[in-house]
């Protein structure tokens, strides 16, 4: 009982676990003693990395919709009307 309440306070606290299944906090800047700590990793190139993905999966998004909107139409399944312009 006491196994399983330890696991869901880590669970719940901003906890993780390295490679040694070790738990790392990182919730202070100072140690105990008043000591600094040493600045986290930090990610090379780490926002062209999001842009670049993010820009990738709306361009291979926006060909599928395309090339199945294509689809619809060449076969009669969806055929948007000209009734429906509002202009």
């Known amino acids: 009982m006491a196994l399983t309440s330890r696991v869901i306070s880590l669970l719940r606290s901003k ?34 990395r999001v842009f670049f993905g993010v820009a990738i999966g709306v361009m291979i998004g926006a060909t599928l919709s395309k ?10 399944l969806f055929v948007p009307s000209d009734e429906d312009d509002d202009d």
């Open 15 to 48: 906890t993780t676990f390295n490679e040694l299944n070790t738990v790392v906090r990182r919730t202070a800047i100072t140690t105990r003693s008043g000591a600094v700590l040493p600045r986290p990793k930090r990610e090379p190139f780490g926002f062209l």
């Open 67 to 76: 090339n199945i909107a294509n689809f619809l139409e060449e076969n009669d």
